[in-house]
């Protein structure tokens, strides 16, 4: 799947029932339900929005299946879950428990970040509004969501529009979303893969492959996991390496 690059037409979803509006900002954020989990947060983001100031800490919230101490050695920066907001800290300024998910490294990092990345950026560029609607897939009595949907639509002239899902998974990780225990996926307990991934051209290569100079560290990541995975997440080898 082809996920972070399909543009389709967005129909600007109404509000979910229970919503409201946070009084500190334009966010629409969801009440938690009786599993603590949190839904659908939307808002209409612009230059107002942008916060100027850090964000505060949250370590303090623990949403839904968070395990604050499962750490696996090969993902970045060690920890499978992270705090994630469903409307990005530097979109809209809103530290509130309602505003947090259980996400893995891998969904915050390299899924959710490059996007909320591009908003900002048309938001700065331009100075229009974005409405933007980040919804959870949790399912049945699940704690830890199956992905997010993110919708983006700018107000004025239309030119940024996007739908997309994107999966809540972390390469080489198994997860039970029923409670948010995990284990290491079978395929890496023989042998572990090792790959750089490119998740601008969405293409992986062999770390020995000449090519893997020329990725900018920003969209550059060593992957240990399996290669079905890979091609799982929408990731192609490269045709020079043929990994
Ligand atoms: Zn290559």
């Known amino acids: ?16 029932l229970g919503a409201r509006v946070s009084p500190a900002s334009d966010c629409s954020l969801s009440n938690l339900d009786s599993l603590g ?3 659908t947060a939307s808002a209409v983001l612009g230059p107002e929005t942008i916060p100027d100031k850090d964000r505060s800490p949250i370590s303090m919230f ?4 968070f395990r604050p101490n499962v750490k696996y050695d090969f993902i970045d920066g060690k920890y499978l879950y992270n705090r994630c907001h469903l409307i990005a800290f530097q979109l809209c300024g809103v530290d509130d428990e309602r505003n947090l998910f259980t996400g893995t490294r891998y969904l915050n990092t390299h899924l959710m970040l490059p996007i909320e990345n591009e908003v900002r950026g048309y938001i700065e560029e331009t100075g229009h509004h974005v409405r933007y609607t980040v919804t959870p897939d949790f399912r049945d009595g699940e704690s830890v969501c199956r992905g997010v949907t993110i919708e983006a639509y ?18 080489g990780v198994m997860i039970d979303y029923r409670t948010g225990n995990s284990s290491q ?10 790959y750089v991934l490119n998740s601008h051209t969405m293409k992986f290569h062999r770390p020995s492959c000449r090519a893997v100079n020329d990725i900018k560290q920003s969209n550059r990541d060593d992957y240990y996991g399996s290669r ?10 490269c045709k020079i390496c043929g990994p």
């Open 185 to 194: 996926a079978p395929t890496q307990m023989g042998k572990v893969e090792v």
């Open 37 to 39: 989990r949190a839904g």
């Open 154 to 171: 700018s107000v004025e002239d239309g030119n940024l529009k996007l739908a997309v899902y994107l999966k809540n998974v972390q390469p």
């Open 62 to 65: 623990y949403p839904s299946g």
């Open 228 to 237: 079905d995975d890979l091609l799982d997440m929408g990731y192609a080898p």
């Open 1 to 16: 799947m082809k996920f972070a690059k399909i543009l389709i037409p967005l129909i600007v979803s109404v509000l979910a």
